[in-house]
């Protein structure tokens, strides 16, 4: 009898060993980031299945062990909260948080500590539909000649640069719309009732686009386009 029971006791410990260590045997390396390229710190990224919370460092990056297949909830201050899936084959997880709208979403973002590098975030410009009434304008570019200091409509071009930039042969901002790249006749098709947001990216901000940015980004989220982390 005691043989027996000596054995089940042995097999239940064995399957607990292996099938146990197994639940938590993934590691997961990420970063977090804001417009793609601002790294966020002091972020907070929870792995679901065991509640388990860990914090970016200076650089944005993290380190936690999960199932092998998780959810990473990744939150911050300023920010709207992100959930993030992860596949068995994944073993690193690059996070973009999206900012809210409004200064004082700003303000959070850098009081929290979250931004370091605030330069690079004071070269942001940002409208959306919370601060003002898009619906008043006449059409996008009254919008940003109107309400984005140092932006100009020069023969329906956007310019968001600078003086510099008008004296080369190609300076005109790039346009992004619900994170497609479009031409600029894309403004003119857009009613400014739905407008969502726009923002405008210039010097390093808009670096994430390579060349094509280099005369800054304008982005522009419509209501009709993907609004999934509100």
Do not use: E, H, M, Q
């Given at each position: 009898m005691r043989i027996v029971n000596f054995f089940s006791f042995t097999c239940i410990f064995f399957f607990i060993l292996v099938f146990g260590s197994k639940a938590q045997?993934?590691?997961i390396h990420g970063t977090v980031t804001t417009f793609d390229s601002i790294r966020l710190a002091k972020v907070d990224v929870k792995v679901k299945s065991t509640g388990q919370i860990?914090?970016?460092d200076s650089l944005g990056s993290f380190t936690v062990q999960c199932d092998n297949e998780d959810v990473l909830i990744v939150s911050a201050n300023g920010f709207y909260k992100q959930r993030v899936k992860l596949e068995p084959k994944i073993k690193f997880a690059a996070v973009n948080l999206n900012l809210?709208?409004?200064i004082k979403s700003r303000e959070h973002a850098i009081g929290y500590g979250h931004v370091r590098d605030v330069d690079k975030l004071n070269a942001l410009s940002n409208?959306?539909?919370?601060?003002i009434d898009f619906?008043?304008?006449a059409d996008i570019y009254e919008i940003l000649q109107g309400r984005f200091?140092?932006?100009r409509v020069v023969n329906g071009e956007v310019i968001v640069r600078g003086k510099n930039t008008f004296d080369h042969f190609n300076?005109?901002?790039?346009?992004?719309?619900?994170g497609i790249q479009r031409d600029i006749t894309a403004l003119s098709n857009i009613p400014t009732d739905q407008v969502k947001s726009i923002d405008v990216l210039k010097d390093g901000s808009s670096a994430i686009y390579g060349v094509q940015g280099?005369?800054?980004?304008?982005?522009?989220?419509?209501?009709s386009g993907s609004d999934e982390n509100k």
């Open positions: 045997d993934k590691v860990v914090l970016t809210k709208p409004g409208l959306n539909d919370d601060d619906s008043k304008y200091s140092g932006v300076n005109a901002a790039l346009i992004v719309v619900d280099a005369n800054g980004v304008v982005v522009i989220r419509t209501k």
